[in-house]
């Protein structure tokens, strides 16, 4: 794959911020104040609703594209040792067996979302337990509040869903620690936004390349097509969001996968024709950061990057995934591995999705394409529009 790369730009602030006119850098760097500001937020609007009845049955999130990732959020820090399922549902409408014994969280940044709204108030029919988080003076709002469900409102302040994941997961992780569904005292909360504005000040646009992880990590995954893996549920859910982000903010495509399952399907692309096949050898290291990426061969290449956490990471799923890199390398796959910083899971999920969202933003504009834009998905929603 013939690739224009543009490596300089992420040297120069000035460039970065010409290059990227939506402003979407300094929505990602908002991570941290958005943790602060749903908690307030949330305290405002009061959760007492949600736990009035105890513990329901199931939790179903409702939400599509980013607004959606916040089901995956809750289900990630609540893991496999949650009470009660946590289902997240993209679609319309609701699964057939959801009822009054459930609670139904519908989240749409936008308000707007017709899939979310569809199931809110096919929940509303049912006698399910309600919730809502999204923005304001929205249908979305004015939905929840007539069928008196719990609303926590969240201005979107220009930010795409994309860059508000922290806004709108905020809320449903407070509501599962008032359902018992998972651990979350107050100073994990504040770990977390503090965290957050961590990574942001390590990959600030003014950090250089050479020392700014995010830039690093987009160097080398341009030109490569990706394949993410976590080695635990939660880093499965980042690598899902990585590959979002990476569709969404830099118009390039990624595999998502999570060990040890990927290592029974994906693992075979490895002696494909992006991996094994992709070349007769010769060309530079794909590991090898200081590279001229002017003389890669013309063949494109895996780029395995293994989310990694050895606080949760079980001993046979760690020793799989030492196999794999080695395997991979055996093969001319280059592989970057990613750890998470922190104590608590929420704060070490956190260190990894910050990280993640800005390699995304950068490698768009190292590849010369504003981040911010998806014409492809405006007009497919004019074409259903003018269906």
Not at 85 to 95: A, E, F, K, N, R
Not at 271 to 284: C, E, K, L
Not at 320 to 336: I, K, L, Q, S, Y
Request: glycine letters at 10%; a negative charge.
């Amino acid at each position: 794959m013939s690739t224009h790369l543009d490596e300089l730009i992420l040297d120069d602030p000035a460039a970065i911020t010409a290059a990227d006119p939506g402003e979407l850098l300094p929505q990602v760097a908002t991570a941290g104040r958005q943790v602060r500001e749903a908690a307030a937020r949330t305290a405002e609007a009061g959760l007492a609703g949600v736990a009035l009845d105890g513990r329901p049955r199931a939790v179903v999130v409702l939400g599509v594209g980013g607004s959606g990732a916040a089901g995956d959020v809750l289900t990630a820090i609540a893991g496999t040792s949650a009470p009660v399922p946590i289902v997240g549902h993209q679609g319309y409408g609701l699964p057939g067996w959801v009822g009054v014994a459930d609670l139904v969280i519908a989240v749409s940044s936008s308000g707007t979302d017709e899939e979310p709204l569809s199931g809110l108030d096919d929940a509303a029919r049912r006698g399910a337990r309600l919730m809502a988080v999204g923005a304001p003076d929205s249908p979305l709002a004015f939905l929840a509040e007539s069928n008196r469900a719990t609303f926590v409102p969240i201005p979107p302040d220009g930010r795409p869903a994309r860059a508000s994941l922290w806004a709108l997961s905020l809320p449903l992780l407070l509501a599962g620690r008032e359902l018992g569904l998972l651990h979350l005292p107050p100073e994990v909360v504040e770990a977390t936004a503090a965290r957050l504005e961590e990574v942001a000040t390590r990959c600030r646009p003014s950090s250089e390349a050479f020392v700014n992880p995010a830039k690093t990590l987009a160097l080398e995954l341009a030109g490569a097509l990706p394949m993410v893996w976590g080695t635990s549920p939660p880093m499965g859910v980042a690598a899902i969001r990585a590959a979002g982000q990476l569709a969404r903010n830099a118009k390039y495509p990624a595999i998502a996968g999570l060990l040890p399952e990927a290592g029974f399907d994906q693992l075979a692309t490895f002696d494909g024709v992006f991996g094994a096949r992709a070349g007769t050898g010769g060309g530079p290291d794909p590991d090898d950061f200081f590279r001229d990426r002017t003389e890669r061969p013309d063949a494109t290449r895996l780029k395995l990057v293994l989310l990694r956490d050895p606080a949760v990471e079980q001993p046979p799923v760690a020793r799989r995934a030492n196999a794999v890199r080695d395997v991979a390398a055996e093969r001319g796959v280059g592989v970057t591995e990613l750890r998470p910083e922190g104590t608590s899971p929420l704060e070490r999920f956190a260190s990894l999705t910050g990280l993640l969202d800005y390699a995304s933003v950068y490698l768009g504009i190292a590849l010369g394409i504003d981040p911010t834009p998806s014409s492809a998905a405006r007009e497919l929603a004019l074409r259903i529009d003018s269906a």
